[in-house]
Every structure is written in structure tokens, then in C-alpha cells.
């Protein structure tokens, strides 16, 4: 099974798989100076055992893509934001709110011109593509905005700190919780996915996209 796992990442890493796999089996207390594996020697999966391989099927399957505000993304980028817009630093949870509220605003109208009620889920055991299956089960499957759903989560964020040592105020990165959206969707190219938005700086976008041919929620030819 080790040995499978090595040839997987030999392909999958953008290090040394060597270094990869050997950094991973010390994560999980594995004895690695029992492990034999000749770097040079190992082969792919469809050279190893292409004596039993009919064909490879190539495609994409899930499709993940993330995206930030490039400049407010750090929170030393942040800091020199505030400072070039004149703000104090400890005014940052003033600073941030309107925007919070003005992405709230933008979701509501979304929803109100798509006639879909936001769904608010409170619960992290519930699995938000059964509750979209619902909506699709009752509506009908359909392209474009397929539902909406909310959700608090955790989510990238900066404090104010005052360092007395060298005198200087600055903001920290750390972990907080917003309220996220979840834009689902049905593209008749691109599948099934959602657009996920949380509603405090610095904005980190995930867009999830699920190929059609995979997706249960498309069509299929």
C-alpha cells in the first residue's frame, strides 16, 4: 500500500516525491528507515501494469478555483491600505463593515431578482448539495442560479495589534467567522458548481465546479 501511495505522488508532486512522501510518512510516525523505494526506478501505474489496462479515460472531474484582492490579501498589504486611505488601524472593524453589509444587501437582491429565498443553514453536519437537490427536486433542473445558500464559517481575517517594543500598530492575520454565501449554479458548459462568498476582508472566493457529465444535477447527452 506504501509503495502505491509513492508511485500516486510521483506524478502529483511539485517537489521531490522522494522528499513529498518521505515528509508524510514522518507526519503519521511511519518508520522510514524500513522503507526500501529506488527513486530512479519507479514507473507510472499504466507502465507498471499496462499488461491489464484496456484504456485511459482522461478528463476533469471537480474543478476548484480560488481568487483574492491581490493587494489587501496580507496583512502587512492591508496595513499600508488602511494607511494610504488615512484609517486608523484599530478603526479596521469600522472600516470593514461596510463592506460586509453592502455584499449582504447584494446577495438579497440577487435573490430577490432570481425569486429564491436564502437559506440559512446553522447546522455544519448538513450537507448543503442535499439541501440544492431539494430545490432542484421541486423546481426542476434548470441553467443559471439554481439556489442560495448562507452559512456562518470560518474565514481568513486581521486584528489590530500594538507592538510596545518597537512602537509601531500594525494588523495581524488571523481566524475568525463570517457569514458566507453560496451561489449554486448549473452552467449547460461548465456543470453544476457554486460560488462561494465570505462577507469580511480580505474576500477569498472559492469557485467549485463539477463537470457536467458528472454532475447528478445535469442533463445528460
Not at 484504456?55 to 480560488?66: A, N
Request: charged share 20%.
Amino acid at each position: 500500500m506504501v509503495k502505491i501511495l509513492y508511485r500516486l505522488l510521483l506524478k502529483a508532486s511539485s517537489v521531490s516525491p522522494g522528499i513529498a512522501f518521505t515528509s508524510i510518512l514522518k507526519s503519521v510516525n511511519y518508520p522510514v528507515k524500513h522503507l526500501k523505494i529506488n527513486v530512479n526506478k519507479m514507473e507510472l501505474l499504466t507502465s507498471t501494469y499496462k499488461e491489464r489496462i484496456s484504456g485511459v479515460l482522461s478528463c476533469f472531474d471537480r474543478l476548484i478555483i480560488t481568487g483574492t484582492l491581490p493587494q489587501i490579501c496580507y496583512a502587512q498589504g492591508m496595513t499600508s491600505y488602511l494607511c494610504g486611505q488615512g484609517e486608523r488601524i484599530f478603526d479596521y472593524p469600522k472600516f470593514a463593515e461596510p463592506f460586509k453589509n453592502q455584499l449582504r444587501a447584494n446577495a438579497q437582491q440577487i435573490a430577490k431578482d432570481n425569486n429564491i429565498e436564502i437559506e440559512f443553514v446553522a447546522k455544519s453536519h448538513i450537507r448543503k448539495e442535499d439541501l440544492v437537490k431539494k430545490v432542484l427536486d421541486k423546481k426542476g433542473i434548470h441553467t443559471g442560479l439554481a439556489h442560495i445558500i448562507s452559512a456562518m464559517e470560518a474565514c481568513s481575517s486581521y486584528k489590530p495589534w500594538h507592538d510596545k517594543e518597537s512602537g509601531k500598530t500594525f494588523l495581524k492575520g488571523t481566524q475568525g467567522k463570517c457569514l458566507h454565501y453560496y451561489f449554486y449554479f448549473i452552467d449547460p458548459y461548465l456543470g453544476y458548481g457554486y460560488v462561494r462568498v465570505p462577507t469580511w476582508r480580505p474576500f477569498k472566493l472559492q469557485i467549485y465546479i463539477v463537470h457536467t457529465q458528472w454532475s447528478p444535477f445535469c442533463p445528460q447527452t
